[in-house]
């Protein structure tokens, strides 16, 4: 993927995008030497969301496709099963919050 600065998307933008109409790779977009966005056309966009329904199907997909690997590494459970909390909702005092308590400062 080619990374350019964000001025340089800015002053040529038109360039990017026509660059991507042709079928062009996605544009990594850096602000500060940071990466900051990413300039696709949308068809490679709709793929992506197509491509499942988030994270989670990706991540049950890639498990499914490493099953053998993951196996024979062992026990893979959950660490934290003993001390999460399964309850399908909780109560929340947002009084309680430190944002809501630095923010009354």
């Known amino acids: 993927m080619h990374t350019i600065p964000f001025s340089e998307?800015?002053?040529?933008?038109?360039?990017?995008?026509?660059?991507?109409?042709?079928?062009?790779?996605?544009?990594?977009?850096s602000r500060r030497g940071q990466a900051a966005a990413v300039l696709m056309s949308v068809a490679q966009y709709q793929r992506l969301v197509a491509a499942g329904d988030g994270a989670a199907a990706r991540l049950r997909d890639w498990r499914t496709e490493h099953a053998g690997v993951l196996?024979?590494?062992?026990d893979m459970s959950d660490p934290w099963a003993d001390v999460r909390d399964?309850?399908?909702?909780?109560?929340?005092?947002?009084?309680?919050s430190p944002a809501t308590r630095?923010?009354?400062r």
């Open 71 to 74: 196996a024979e590494q062992g």
């Open 9 to 29: 998307a800015r002053a040529h933008l038109a360039e990017a995008l026509s660059s991507l109409d042709q079928g062009g790779e996605p544009v990594l977009i």
């Open 86 to 96: 399964r309850q399908p909702t909780r109560a929340v005092d947002w009084t309680q």
């Open 102 to 104: 630095r923010a009354r």
